[in-house]
């Protein structure tokens, strides 16, 4: 195994871009060459080893130890193996990964995963604005793989999605899924709207709905009725691994509700609820009183 | 050679390669997953006009289905991929999609696809939705109770069709005990399906016909009631003689069938009357797989 340790070197930087520092393109290297790699910091090319101590332990796979929170693109270009890092990252994590693992102790910067291809990537803190979502001029979020975040979501989550699997284990700030494409977020904690506004495909499963969650929801959003879908199950084979097994137990035996949206612009989006059978989750009610 | 006092004939059967899928069906319960695969795989005895050979596997339990419902498992062949395609999805529509409750996914992986989902879908009219999950994208049609979901492809294989050995008995209350043995112990052998009514066919065939339009007819050689008239290849003593036919993913599969099933024919049958086990043997004009009996038997 690779680790990286910053240097205490006398000097500071803004932003560095660990892009293309893999754990596949490192492991075929000695570590004199991974120190001679060149690395962007504050748009100036730089020697890696001038920032960063690289060591060889038993193992496999890539470590950056410390706080890389100024650190970008970290995991970017990943096709393969396993990066850890202990402590926070910086912006666009996982940017252009296509498979592999990455595991982040810390918290996320902006644009997580926003061009994630395929892999799974874990972060254990919370995530900035635009995780999984488009890139600024970009039309199209995250295209693939499992994103799971176990803390909390700034605003924007999802937007532009367009494949792929989010979980959201902590509560969801506002904006998410917005002009979702495709693809699967499941959010377990609390979820702030609007929610799914201009959403066009792709499926919203919140796990702990507030019996409130119909009335604010975005307006394009149909009334949400009681339904038994059969493909339900796939997606909690597929989910299952990933959930705590206070979060599975919480949801079993609810029953399931579904709206369809955004059809202000003719989506066909799905927001699914797990909740219990007295929460009445359609505006029928209110609309007869 | 002889088990349990019944001639097996120092003969080959032969049989010919085939394409083949293997589909998984699952229902609300088993009943309906049953019904679904009934439908599917009928009216699927024979390439030679049904376009496939089908047949139900075996049945699997809810914890080893994808969506952890009841399932049946499904195989079906056919002489090409694009004649397998074509029946899949014809079959899968007519008879899973219109069964209720049912789903429809892949029950084996590799590189040559058959189209599934991805033709289906469109029974949808824009309101069908794809999912992927694991790597495998799922269709979901919205119908009348609920969805139909149903996996974007399968794959197929090269597979073995048309093994088989014959039953010779004095009577034909014989030939059928000993044939229902045989299906009793065939059924438990995976990657194989027996695709004739009750596995078993009492139209043997030769290949050609003094009828041009005719690509196959009656195996005189085996009829009692030509046997004055024709070249028989009765032994002395048969009154009946039926055709056991198996279909299976590889030669070892069909191998291991026919194995076991002419072991079962001939631990029941030899108190029935039954006289000889032969095979389909067609001078090497039908196919290239050759199932030596007194070999498989060793």
Redesign the interface.
């Known amino acids: 195994m690779i680790v990286l340790t910053p240097k205490n070197v006398v000097g500071n930087y803004t932003r560095m871009s660990l892009n293309r520092i893999t754990p596949s393109r490192l492991e075929a290297l000695t570590v004199q060459q991974i120190e001679h790699l060149h690395i962007a910091v504050d748009e100036q090319s730089v020697p890696l080893g001038r920032w960063w101590d690289v060591s060889e332990i038993a193992g496999s796979g890539l470590r950056l130890c410390g706080d890389c929170g100024r650190c970008d693109e970290i995991g970017g270009g990943m096709e393969g193996g396993t990066l850890h890092v202990m402590g926070n990252v910086g912006e666009h994590l996982a940017h252009n990964m296509r498979s592999g693992t990455i595991t982040v102790d810390g918290h996320a910067g902006r644009y997580a995963c926003s061009a994630l291809k395929g892999g799974h990537v874990e972060v254990h803190g919370d995530v900035g604005e635009f995780a999984a979502a488009a890139l600024p001029g970009q039309s199209r979020g995250m295209r ?1 793989g499992v994103f799971i975040i176990h803390g909390s979501c700034d605003r924007w989550l999802a937007a532009r999605m367009r ?3 989010v979980i959201a284990m902590g509560n969801v700030a506002d904006g998410c899924a917005s002009r979702m494409i ?1 693809g ?1 977020v499941v959010m377990a904690a609390a979820v702030e709207s609007p929610l799914g506004v201009g959403m066009r ?1 792709g ?1 919203l499963l919140l796990l702990s709905p507030t019996p409130e969650m119909s009335e604010r929801l975005t307006p394009g959003f149909t009334s949400a009725e009681e ?5 339900l ?3 909690w ?2 989910i299952e691994r990933y959930l705590p097994p206070t979060v599975i137990k919480a949801v079993r035996n609810k029953r399931t509700y579904r709206s369809v949206g955004d059809r202000a612009v003719g989506g ?1 989006g ?1 927001c699914i609820w797990l909740a219990d059978s007295h929460c009445s989750y359609t505006d029928a009610q209110s609309l007869i009183s | 050679m002889r088990i349990n006092g019944v001639t097996i004939e120092d003969t080959f059967a032969e049989a010919f390669p085939m394409t083949a899928t293997r589909l998984i069906i699952t229902a609300a319960d088993r009943f309906w997953a049953l019904r679904a695969a009934e439908s599917m795989t009928g009216f699927a005895t024979s390439v030679i006009d049904c376009g496939c050979e089908a047949g139900i596997e075996k049945e699997i339990s809810p914890q080893e289905t ?4 009841p399932g049946i498992s499904v195989l079906i062949f056919s002489v090409s991929g694009t004649q397998l395609e074509k029946q899949v999805v014809r079959r899968v529509g007519q008879c899973v999609l219109t069964c209720p ?1 049912t ?1 429809v996914f892949a029950g084996m992986v590799g590189e040559k696809k058959v189209a599934l989902g991805s033709q289906l879908r469109y029974f949808g009219d824009g ?1 069908q ?6 790597g495998r994208r ?1 269709w ?1 049609v919205p119908v009348m109770d ?4 149903c996996e974007e492809s399968t794959a197929r294989c090269s597979a073995v069709g048309g093994g088989n050995f014959l039953v010779l008995s004095e009577t034909l209350n014989g030939a059928l005990k000993a044939c229902e043995s045989a299906m009793g112990a065939m059924k438990q052998i995976p990657n194989v399906i027996m695709p004739f009514p009750g596995g078993v066919a009492r139209s043997g065939s030769k290949v050609g016909s003094k009828y041009k339009a005719l690509r196959a007819s009656t195996n005189d050689a085996f009829c009692p009631t030509l046997r004055p008239v024709t070249n028989s290849l009765l032994p002395a003593g048969v009154g009946a003689a039926l055709e056991v036919v198996i279909d299976g993913l590889t030669e070892k599969d069909v191998a291991k069938a026919m194995r076991v099933g002419i072991n079962a024919a001939c631990e029941v049958g030899s108190r029935h009357g039954l006289v000889a086990i032969t095979g389909g043997n067609y001078g090497g004009k039908l196919g290239p797989f050759h199932f030596h009996l007194r070999e498989l038997l060793q």
């Open positions: 693939g494949r792929g699997t495709a699967t495909r499926t339904c038994e879908l059969s493909y199950p796939l997606l084979n597929g066909l799905e | 994808p969506d952890n419902r409750s789903s309101f939705l794809s999912k992927v999950i694991d799922y979901r609920g969805e139909f979901v």
